[in-house]
């Protein structure tokens, strides 16, 4: 076989598992801030993807759809915490797992008869002719696809690290406690952190969807490889999700053409069985020590 054709399968592969990092990267955000994951995100990135697509058939632009949608999207987020995650953080219990999951069932039953249970074409502006380099194909859509997740995800990591707002959440997600001590409100900055999260997943949606569909089942598959994807590289290490992420994609990849498309889910689960048993903290995540 030609190494052309590898690398055109490991490639694509690749720039479909930025998706799976960019949607992983909002686990890491939530999870930092109020050790919470939002167990509903999949639904963030269907409502948002769906909101996105009826802008457009409403006249509106791309490029005033594209910000409304990310608006949207953290609307969404903030609406996940104030209703499903704070009370359970203030009375430090577990109860914000099952309110994630309620509230995710809430919005997929509240696409279907809002928008239809089929999947929906998502129009972009973008040219579906490939650009060839080096013998590989890449769409435009791709380039997108890949210059959206690093874009959204540098400015995110310059407000974490640059800014006073960053020092705060470093703060809350080092010791929520000590934080609050010092007087910086760790409900501000949970907040803060379901907001990025929404956002983030807005965008996932609608750089995915024109290579894809939009429809009520669209994130049912990307967020359990999401999933997978921030365990195996760690709650803690934006780094590691992209490294991870893209070397999912490229195993599916593989897989799906040596093996047969019954198998591409395969490597993100064995990649998820080796993670919790050989290190749960994942890849690149700090060992945690607990103190007896």
Not at 30 to 52: D, P, R
Not at 125 to 138: R, V, W
Not at 162 to 181: E, M, N, Y
């Amino acid at each position: 076989m030609q190494p052309t054709i590898i690398a055109q399968i490991v490639v694509s592969g690749s720039l479909i598992g930025l998706i799976y990092a960019l949607i992983a990267y909002g686990f890491q955000l939530t999870y930092a801030t109020s050790k919470s994951i939002n167990f509903g995100q999949g639904e963030l990135v269907m409502l948002s993807t769906l909101f996105s697509l009826s802008l457009l058939n409403w006249g509106l632009s791309y490029w005033l759809m594209l910000p409304l949608g990310m608006l949207f999207g953290i609307a969404l987020g903030l609406f996940v915490e104030r209703t499903a995650v704070r009370l359970a953080l203030a009375q430090n219990s577990e109860g914000w797992i099952l309110m994630t999951i309620i509230l995710g069932l809430f919005f997929f039953s509240s696409a279907e008869n809002i928008w239809g249970r089929d999947d929906h074409p998502f129009p972009s502006p973008f040219a579906t002719d490939p650009i060839s380099f080096l013998g590989i194909d890449i769409t435009c859509q791709e380039i997108t696809l890949a210059s959206g997740v690093f874009v959204i995800m540098g400015l995110i990591e310059l407000l974490m690290n640059k800014t006073l707002l960053g020092k705060a959440f470093a703060a809350v997600a080092t010791d929520r406690d000590a934080a609050q001590l010092m007087g910086i409100s760790a409900r501000r900055i949970i907040m803060l952190s379901y907001g990025l999260s929404g956002l983030v997943s807005a965008l996932a949606g609608i750089l995915v969807a024109p290579i894809t569909t939009a429809g009520p089942t669209m994130a049912s598959t990307l967020i359990l490889k999401a999933f997978s994807v921030a365990v195996v590289a760690g709650l803690d290490s934006g780094f590691g999700i992209v490294v991870i992420g893209m070397l999912l994609g490229a195993l599916e990849n593989l897989a799906s053409f040596y093996i047969g498309s019954g198998w591409r889910e395969v490597p993100g689960l064995v990649l998820l069985i080796l993670a919790l048993a050989l290190r749960p903290a994942g890849i690149f995540g700090k060992a945690i020590v607990r103190k007896v």
